[in-house]
């Protein structure tokens, strides 16, 4: 496997760590490659650095939990003064899973301002520069990929451990669909492979993240594909959108909704699939796509948003049929993109 990183950064990172307050920062309300990657790097540090802290732009989903070190995740909901406190007096902070720091919210400005030596690592398209060592590979299969390329490519594979290998198997099978995705090249499954060696239990990692559903999640995805699936054929498209008063209904918890959009995108013939969802403040879009048609295109262009060319997401400030209107408004605008 040819080396991804730069071995004379990699030894300055490794220097600048080691006995020193640490930071681990993923992206708003992370999802599995971000918290398996924060949690992967937290373990790997925590026997050579002075601390690590691991904080949470927000709630993380519960099918997460059994992670080594999730439980001690500083939540920035939960403790805003402290996680604002932590970033400002770090010596290192390591961005996971974003390459925009408006993608941690709240924590921005404190994140941008502190003087702790920054480190991202991160698989987005197009990186904004804004850490002192960049570790982006755009394309990449997941940030856990790349967390444990930093890991073994720092000379240190033996302190990959069993908490570290399901840690970064996690993330990967989940940035990629279990491990479908056009993202998912061989050298990352000779990756996957040696997570495994490294005692990743796989068929019991499918199971805690996908076997783990409440019912009312399962039942609510049923409402999702029966009562709320809108299939546009001239425009290849299906979106679902969701009130919420629904997410009420099915007592919504954080990671309900991941992966619903999916459902829209199995049809026969479609290339790009939506999901909407009311929350307090605003509506989270989630887009996907088959083949080449850009939904992190879209979602910068119309909704705030960014991520891949085939998983993006975004937000709007609108109301949640003006922001389903304005998406349908846009479609004769996309209708040959989405046709060829
Ligand atoms: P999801 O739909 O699973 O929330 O996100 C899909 C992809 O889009 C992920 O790679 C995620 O990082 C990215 N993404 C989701 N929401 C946003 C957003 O508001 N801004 C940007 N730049 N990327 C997003
Ligand atoms: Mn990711």
């Known amino acids: 496997m040819q080396a991804l990183f730069d071995p004379g950064k990699l030894r300055e990172i490794d220097s600048i760590c080691t006995g020193k307050n640490l930071v681990i920062l993923p992206h708003h309300k992370p999802d599995g490659d971000a918290m398996g990657a924060s949690l992967a790097l937290y373990n790997y540090f925590l026997p050579v650095a002075s601390s690590v802290t691991v904080i949470s732009p927000g709630d993380f989903p519960e099918f997460l939990e059994w992670m080594k070190g999730a439980d001690q995740v500083l939540r920035s909901d939960a403790d805003e003064g402290r996680a604002k406190n ?12 974003f390459n925009d720091p408006d993608r941690v919210q709240g924590l921005s400005n404190t994140l941008q301002s502190s003087r702790a030596r920054k480190v991202v690592i991160d698989h987005h398209l197009e990186p904004k520069v804004f850490c002192d060592f960049t570790l982006c590979v755009p394309g990449a299969s997941s940030t856990c990929e790349l967390v444990y390329r930093f890991i073994t490519e720092s000379g240190h594979s033996q302190r990959v451990e069993r908490n570290i290998a399901e840690c970064l198997y996690a993330g990967i099978m989940t940035d990629t669909g279990s491990f479908r995705f056009s993202s998912m090249s061989s050298d990352a499954h000779r990756i996957i492979a040696a997570l495994i060696d490294k005692g990743a239990v796989n068929h019991a990692i499918h199971e805690r993240i996908f076997d783990n559903f409440s019912e009312n999640r399962t039942r609510f995805l049923g409402h999702c594909i029966k009562d ?61 796509s088959k083949g080449d048609f850009s939904v992190k295109d879209l979602a910068a262009a119309h909704f705030n948003g960014g991520g891949h060319m085939n998983a993006a997401g975004g937000r709007s400030r609108k109301s949640l049929d003006e922001t389903v209107q304005a998406f349908i408004n846009l479609l004769p605008r996309y209708k040959d993109a989405l046709a060829s």
């Open 86 to 97: 932590e970033i400002a007096s770090a010596d290192v902070i390591f961005c996971l899973d």
């Open 228 to 288: 709320k699936l809108v299939v546009l054929p001239e425009y290849h498209t299906a979106y679902i959108s969701v009130t919420m008063e629904e997410l009420d209904t099915y007592t919504y918890r954080p990671g309900d909704t991941e992966g619903i959009v999916n459902y829209g995108l199995s049809i026969r013939g479609v290339r790009m699939a939506a999901f909407f969802s009311e929350r307090d403040d605003m509506v989270k879009i989630s887009f996907r």
